[in-house]
């Protein structure tokens, strides 16, 4: 199973950037994509980006623009550049982790692939 670890997170004022850093352990072997969320007061948790293996990633249309996911190369720990940020920013951020295909023992053994870390608060002031 894979774990993840969230940081970078903390208040800032509108317009202002956060870098947020998310370092997975485990079977990091069988890691694919890897994706941002986040859950902001009162709302269900909701996807922001995805860093795809193979193809451009993707971003949800309220952070296009202003937000880039990146992975360094060689290691486990992915990144969410935070700039122009706004009030509706505010959230816990979480990452999570597809499976390669590849990783079947998940699937035949009904093990939960990834589990969810404590996320990293973002607090954007007005």
């Known amino acids: 199973q894979v774990q993840f670890l969230e940081s970078g997170g903390g208040v800032v004022q509108t317009g202002g950037s956060l870098r947020l850093s998310c370092a997975a352990s485990g079977d990091t072997f069988c890691i694919s994509d890897m994706s941002w969320y986040r859950q902001g007061p009162g709302s269900e948790r909701e996807l922001v980006a995805i860093?795809?293996?193979?193809?451009?990633?993707y971003y949800a249309d309220s952070v296009k623009g202003r937000f880039t996911i990146s992975r360094a190369d060689g290691e486990n720990t992915m990144y969410l550049q935070m700039n122009s940020l706004r009030p509706d920013d505010t959230g816990v951020y979480y990452c999570?982790?597809?499976?390669?295909?590849?990783?079947?023992?998940?699937?035949?053994?009904?093990?939960?692939?990834?589990?969810w870390g404590q996320g990293t608060q973002v607090t954007v002031s007005s």
């Open positions: 860093l795809h293996k193979s193809s451009s990633p």
């Open positions: 999570n982790a597809d499976r390669k295909a590849a990783c079947v023992q998940y699937s035949q053994l009904g093990i939960d692939f990834t589990s």
